[in-house]
């Protein structure tokens, strides 16, 4: 399903180039349930966004569900992103004017009007999520686990095979992150979406199918 080959990323040049992956190559199967992990600065965020067509390597070769993202021009990652990839971010990145289901409906709007079956879909997204009657709520009156609960529908609304978090548990109290936890892994089996997480909880690690452990941006071990 993700194929990382060879890997590299550095930011910047000369005597102020970082290199946040280096040489760094991965398999992750589909319908796989893999966890990222490392120190801040490993080069998590970095491989994830390489993996979800939000950002391109220095060189190496990526390829999703067969698409090879390392050098196509942008409409071509657009394309990724719109039909592949579902993304939940860390800092949850909901509209703080938008009611909860209006949020679940945004990743539509670049290329459909939101109509009564996808405003449906939504309030369903957030039912299936926990958030059963309360489609009707801005973030500011929700938990920070209630809306990571609606960036998880939000990823979903497309129905995206692919779904990336970026450390999806760094803002919950312990209870809440086993709940989005165990939310995502029963999407991963049920559904059947290729689930991988970047995180450096140990705990969120001891659930994954596949443990990837990243340090000074290289495999350290599976």
Same mark, same amino acid.
């Given at each position: ?12 040049a ?55 993202l ?15 990839v ?21 990743p ?12 449906k879909?939504a ?8 958030l ?33 978090a ?11 992150? *086993? ?8 999407l ?11 995180? *450096? ?9 596949l443990?990837v ?10």
């Open positions: 399903m993700i194929h990382v080959e060879n890997l590299t990323k550095v930011y910047g000369g005597s102020l180039a970082v290199r946040v992956l280096d040489g760094f190559s991965l398999a992750v199967a589909k319908g796989a349930f893999c966890g990222l992990v490392g120190p801040s600065g490993s080069g998590k965020t970095t491989l994830l966004n390489i993996m979800g067509a939000l950002d391109r390597p220095t060189s190496g070769r990526v390829l999703l569900d067969g698409i090879e390392s050098s196509p021009p942008e409409r071509e990652l657009y394309r990724v992103r719109r039909d592949k579902g993304f939940v971010f860390q800092l949850y990145h909901l509209l703080r004017s938008l009611k909860a289901r209006e949020n679940v409906t945004v539509a709007l670049p290329w459909q009007r939101v109509n009564g079956t996808l405003r879909r309030v369903e997204l957030l039912a299936v999520v926990g059963d009657g309360k489609e009707n709520r801005y973030p500011g009156e929700l938990s920070g686990g209630e809306q990571q609960r609606v960036a998880i529908a939000r990823a979903l609304i497309l129905d995206h095979p692919v779904i990336l970026d450390e999806p548990t760094g803002n919950l109290d312990r209870e809440s992150g *086993h709940k989005i936890i165990g939310l995502l892994r029963d991963n089996r049920e559904l059947g979406k290729t689930v991988v997480i970047a995180t *450096h909880d140990p705990e969120v690690a001891r659930v994954c199918q443990v452990r990243l340090g000074n941006g290289k495999l350290g071990q599976e």
